[in-house]
């Protein structure tokens, strides 16, 4: 369904747009240079800032460096406390992993639409991206698993103690409830994040509609919608946040069963 | 009825799913306080579960929601 002309359009901010190189293609897949991508680049190289001016390895450290080394700490600490001394090699993709969702899904609120055609762009509200990170979640599970356990990893799907003529019931639910996790993983991520953005759009429309109409409807449906906007934008950084510190837990988990099985 | 009505009485009935979840949510959330007011020694180290718990019942609201978009944005 199209919006009508003048409307405010909840979806158009998902709207991926080819920036540059409209008609480069590769075996017939197009690789155009999109603002998704774009948006992607101005996140690895803000989170690269971050990191590089935080790791002077000061002995007493600054703001900066106690800000990076709070993070650190903290997927340090997940790790540990989630799968043990095993956990320790993890870090570095687990703490990229979080780094990258937590900044993109900062990045995608930021007030810059108030620059005249710049437009804020949350990548993480795409099922492709967050997709691609749960499958790199999920690959990495399987691959620990196998290596490290080999055939055995399949008991991971029948719990200590299953009554035997249980097993074939339990092994096929557990398989499943394993085989869906990238799926929960992603759309977690992917809807939480689009469902917070339609709400601030359709309470923009709310506010601009309700405005443009007359003083009574100003009063009465403008300014409280764009009270509950100002709450929802500060309810949308504590989910930005929430967002992407499930989504490394439930990682930790998923590494931890393979690291130790049950 | 037409089928596009029918799409969008269901999108809304999708919304129950979204208020269940809320719930569920708020119920994760406020079993947890009220076990942390009790023991809150023991209140930091059950983080993580308060989060697991959270992100299992909120995962079913999203899906509802999701059931929402298709049926106005896809059906």
């Known amino acids: 369904?199209?919006?009508?002309?003048?409307?405010?359009?909840?979806?158009?901010?998902?709207?991926?747009?080819?920036?540059?190189?409209?008609?480069?293609?590769?075996?017939?897949?197009?690789?155009?240079?999109?603002?998704?991508?774009?948006?992607?680049?101005?996140?690895?190289?803000?989170?690269?800032?971050?990191?590089?001016?935080?790791?002077?390895?000061?002995?007493?450290?600054?703001?900066?460096?106690?800000?990076?080394?709070?993070?650190?700490?903290?997927?340090?600490?997940?790790?540990?406390?989630?799968?043990?001394?095993?956990?320790?090699?993890?870090?570095?993709?687990?703490?990229?992993?979080?780094?990258?969702?937590?900044?993109?899904?900062?990045?995608?609120?930021?007030?810059?639409?108030?620059?005249?055609?710049?437009?804020?762009?949350?990548?993480?509200?795409?099922?492709?991206?967050?997709?691609?990170?749960?499958?790199?979640?999920?690959?990495?599970?399987?691959?620990?698993?196998?290596?490290?356990?080999?055939?055995?990893?399949?008991?991971?799907?029948?719990?200590?103690?299953?009554?035997v003529p249980m097993i074939p019931a339990i092994f096929l639910i557990e398989l499943f409830s394993f085989m869906i996790r990238p799926f929960s993983l992603a759309l977690r991520l992917f809807v939480a994040m689009m469902a917070g953005h339609v709400l601030l759009k359709v309470l923009s429309s709310f506010v601009i509609d309700g405005a443009n109409y007359s003083i009574g409807t100003t009063l009465i449906v403008a300014l409280p919608s764009f009270a509950l906007m100002v709450a929802i934008s500060a309810l949308e950084i504590l989910v930005a946040g929430i967002q992407a510190y499930v989504f490394a837990l439930l990682t930790s988990l998923y590494i931890n069963d393979a690291e130790h099985l049950h | 009825m037409d089928a596009q009505a029918a799409a969008l009485i269901g999108a809304g009935l999708a919304a129950i799913g979204a208020g269940m979840a809320a719930i569920g949510v708020g119920n994760v959330f406020g079993s947890f306080l009220e076990s942390a007011l009790r023991n809150p020694g023991a209140a930091d180290g059950q983080q993580g579960r308060l989060f697991i718990g959270f992100a299992a019942a909120e995962l079913l609201g999203l899906l509802a929601f999701v059931v929402a978009m298709i049926l106005i944005f896809v059906v």
């Not at chain 1, 901010?13 to 101005?42: K, R």
């Not at chain 1, 903290?74 to 780094?99: C, H, Q, T």
């Not at chain 1, 055939?151 to 103690?161: C, D, E, S």
């Open chain 1, 1 to 163: 369904m199209a919006a009508d002309a003048g409307k405010v359009d909840p979806m158009k901010q998902f709207q991926i747009e080819p920036l540059v190189g409209q008609n480069w293609d590769i075996a017939g897949f197009n690789i155009a240079f999109t603002n998704s991508a774009l948006w992607m680049a101005i996140t690895v190289v803000l989170l690269t800032v971050f990191m590089i001016g935080g790791m002077k390895r000061q002995v007493v450290p600054g703001r900066w460096q106690m800000a990076v080394e709070t993070f650190t700490g903290f997927i340090d600490d997940m790790l540990e406390a989630n799968i043990g001394k095993a956990g320790r090699k993890y870090v570095p993709y687990v703490f990229s992993l979080f780094m990258f969702i937590l900044f993109a899904n900062l990045l995608g609120l930021l007030p810059v639409g108030i620059i005249p055609g710049v437009h804020a762009f949350t990548f993480t509200s795409h099922f492709t991206v967050t997709g691609v990170l749960a499958v790199l979640s999920f690959s990495i599970v399987l691959i620990v698993g196998f290596w490290k356990h080999g055939i055995k990893f399949f008991t991971l799907f029948v719990p200590h103690g299953t009554p």
